[in-house]
């Protein structure tokens, strides 16, 4: 068995609540994924859904509340949403284990990353890899004095995530950093981040923050997927 995922953007279109999934099909089938794909409800928490056996695997309907998914079985995708959030793929090679996960700040912070990969190893993971995905950078990040506040009142060392912004009470956040030092907590090494941004990357990847900034009804979602086939 082999592992492979991919990080859509703009080249599949789905929707929010993950109802019309005609052009998800249509990408996975083109790149040779298996079409049968595994969501959660997403609720910028710590919960993750582990499918280990077939009998767990559910319908497109009544999604469970969570955050991740981990999976040691071939042949169904899973994958999360996202428009800026980070998007996590995991997985262990050796043992046919994979996960993703959606890990915006607040599930970061939580403990998403910890609880997936706590869930993997459970599973009988040993060498988890991970990859991070199109999300927003730095340049692109700017928040509140309580937005820094509440990570220093986490740990202090969290400022090094910061830089002043373009007004003195505000700063710019190093998300995609903040993952990767919860990723080696976690135990995860080896960690490829593609760095690229969502907000800046207008023609291939859908922002919400850039959206909000442009006045759009609809940022659309970016769909990061991962199988064992």
């Not at 497109?60 to 071939?74: E, F, G, H, S």
């Amino acid at each position: 068995m082999s592992m492979k995922y991919h990080f859509f953007g703009k080249d599949c279109i789905i929707d929010r609540p993950l109802a019309n999934r005609g052009d998800l099909t249509r990408a996975l089938s083109e790149k040779n994924f298996p079409t049968k794909t595994l969501f959660v409800n997403q609720i910028h928490g710590s919960e993750v859904v582990v499918v280990d056996k077939s009998e767990k695997i559910y319908g497109d309907q009544d999604l469970p509340k969570a955050d991740a998914i981990v999976t040691n079985l071939p042949n169904i995708s899973i994958g999360i949403i996202t428009a800026d959030c980070s998007p996590i793929l995991f997985f262990d090679e050796e043992k046919n284990i994979i996960a993703a996960a959606h890990a915006g700040w607040r599930g970061a912070k939580s403990g998403v990353i910890v609880a997936t990969v706590a869930e993997m190893k459970k599973l009988g993971a040993k060498n988890i890899k991970a990859l991070i995905g199109p999300m927003i950078q730095q340049k692109s990040y700017q928040i509140s004095q309580e937005f820094l506040d509440d990570f220093l009142s986490e740990d202090a060392t969290n400022k090094k995530f910061f830089v002043n912004g373009v007004s003195p009470d505000k700063y710019q956040f190093d998300l995609p950093a903040y993952v990767e030092k919860k990723l080696r907590e976690s135990g995860v090494l080896e960690i490829k981040n593609l760095g690229v941004d969502t907000y800046e990357n207008e023609k291939d990847f859908f922002s919400f923050r850039r959206s909000t900034h442009l006045g759009e009804k609809d940022c659309g979602r970016n769909v990061s997927v991962i199988a064992i086939a």
